[in-house]
């Protein structure tokens, strides 16, 4: 019993100390960013000193005035301190002034000494508090928009996550999967893949130049363009024809985005694809464990009025796997300045090609993003199809 009295005993000490720091907290005499940026009682101690060091210069001294050095404190206590303590300070400096000075002056001089000294402190004070004043109001208004932008940026990510394929095509015969991430919230990477017929679809994956605001708008422009190209007949150079004629329509020389189409027939087991300037995807050949690259052979949508572009076309057996990416994963750096490069992505495609297709996206992502120290530049994203014709399911690890 006595020990759980000594202990409710131990435990309302503490509680009734931090009552009374509440009921006189510290912060309540600085400003408020003052209080909230940093330790309390620093600012007021710096005050307290500079008062305590003129106030006692001020009574060693006793052959000039020293009155004009209490500026100092005053000035430093306007910066950090509320409007009610600084003015109540001009007071303290003043009683501590009248104080120290000599007594033979006259009284009346004194009276007036004192008073001008105290409107002279009262200007001072006014300047500084007004001009923190307005920084704080401007302050506040810097972070009213932040939020403002904040919250348009958020919008225009939600809207851009619009145009991004909320599902997976079904075709027999093909694992796909796919991800965008982007490095400022909304980013300038697109990716899709549209279903033509029960067993072909069409793969897209898209790089606007540049990156933010200004190239998520240049890829909605893409991507609404391209959704209504599904619309259209499958002939992807005439697509890449029309894309170019309204990309370029709409951007200037310095906005352009890479852009490469892929058709892929499960029954026929075809890839037909056009690479308008983007990376060169990755088909790696199960059976023989070599690497093609599927280059580009056309320049960018949108540098030029007409682009004249060169359709190619690859076999696919069973165990293939197609990796397309943007460039934020090869161009990803760590803190020597390296990048990730083909050679580490290629790597990485021939040691986890058993992988299912979601698995072998999540492991070129967790490699890219271990070798940058997850830490990316640019935005990034990687489509992986993999190639299951005969019905066998991969075996995840």
Partial sequence: ??????????????AKLRGLREAVPLPSVLRKEVALNGPAWLPL?????AVSAVAYADHLVVSISLVYLYILPLAVGAIFLRKTVSYSLIVVCVLFHDYFSPRGINPGLRIFHNFSAMLCFAFVVYLIQRYMGQREALAKTIQRQRDELLKDV????????????SGKPAIAGLEIAGMMLPARGVGGDYYDYIPIDAHTTQIVIADVAGKGVPAALLMSATAAAMRLE???DRNMLEQVERL????????????????????IDAQKRTLRYVNCGH???LLFRAKTGTL??????CPPIGLSPNEICEQAAEDLKTGDVLVFYTDGVTEAENRLGEEFGMERLSA????????????????????????????????VTILVVKCNFDGSSTVRS
Avoid: W
């Fill in 292 to 297: 093609t690259l599927m280059n580009s052979s």
């Fill in 244 to 263: 170019n004629t309204g990309i370029h329509s709409v951007s200037d020389s310095d906005r352009y985005v890479t852009l490469l189409i892929a058709e």
């Fill in 1 to 14: 019993m006595n020990e759980l009295v000594h202990s409710a005993i131990r435990e309302s000490k503490p």
């Fill in 279 to 281: 990376n060169p995807a």
């Fill in 230 to 232: 599904a619309n259209h």
């Fill in 45 to 49: 101690s710096l005050v307290l000193g």
């Fill in 154 to 165: 958020e919008l225009a990510a939600q809207v851009q996550r619009l145009f991004l394929p």
């Fill in 348 to 379: 990485t495609v021939r040691g986890s090609s058993s992988l299912p297709a979601e698995d072998l996206m999540v492991d070129i992502y967790n490699t890219a993003a271990d070798f940058c120290g997850d830490t990316f530049k640019d935005d």
